[in-house]
């Protein structure tokens, strides 16, 4: 019950991350699994998204996850989908509080948006705006990568 409440709540980001996923497997045959309330998409090899697109991507439940890499990347990707369940939850519970219409059509862009100000804030406190936000620090944490210094200088191939 809780993951499908979840699933609903995050119905918007949902979508989105499903067209974003949909579009860039035009013109191949991708593999798509659900797993553990997750949508994966892995595209083919010699796909578009493949050749252009060098990351394994959590959009919400919808995960794109590139050919080249393994279960320890798709398990990072896990953590940015339990972060983004988090930040549907937070949004709706704002919406519910500011009862704002103008909130509610926002809520697909609220896990990106967040995700931008904690890079803005990672730059801005002289990070490395990926490897230093403090999403990406903490899938790292808690993948049991190991995460360098506080300015996230670690090179990775995750996203």
């Known amino acids: 019950m809780r993951r499908f409440v979840l699933f609903v709540l995050c119905l918007p980001a949902n979508a989105l991350g499903l067209a974003i996923a949909a579009i860039?497997?035009?013109g191949s045959?991708?593999?798509w699994v659900r797993r553990e309330g997750v949508l994966i998409m892995r595209p083919c090899s010699?796909?578009?998204i493949a050749r252009h697109w060098r990351y394994s991507t959590a959009l919400c439940h919808v995960i794109v996850w590139h050919p080249d890499h393994d279960e320890a990347?798709?398990?990072h990707e896990r953590i940015h989908v339990l972060q983004a369940?988090?930040?549907c939850l937070g949004w709706w519970l704002l919406t519910l509080v500011a009862w704002s219409s103008t909130l509610l059509l926002l809520s697909p862009f609220a896990w990106l948006a967040i995700y931008g100000a904690s890079c803005a804030a990672a730059w801005l406190?002289?990070?490395?705006a990926y490897r230093g936000n403090v999403f990406e620090r903490?899938?790292?944490a808690e993948t049991a990568e190991p995460v360098d210094d506080q300015r996230g200088a670690r090179d990775c191939r995750y996203s």
């Open 125 to 128: 406190g002289g990070a490395e």
């Open 85 to 87: 369940e988090a930040c």
């Open 24 to 26: 860039g497997s035009l």
């Open 46 to 48: 010699g796909s578009f």
């Open 73 to 75: 990347v798709l398990e």
């Open 29 to 31: 045959r991708p593999q």
């Open 138 to 140: 903490h899938a790292r």
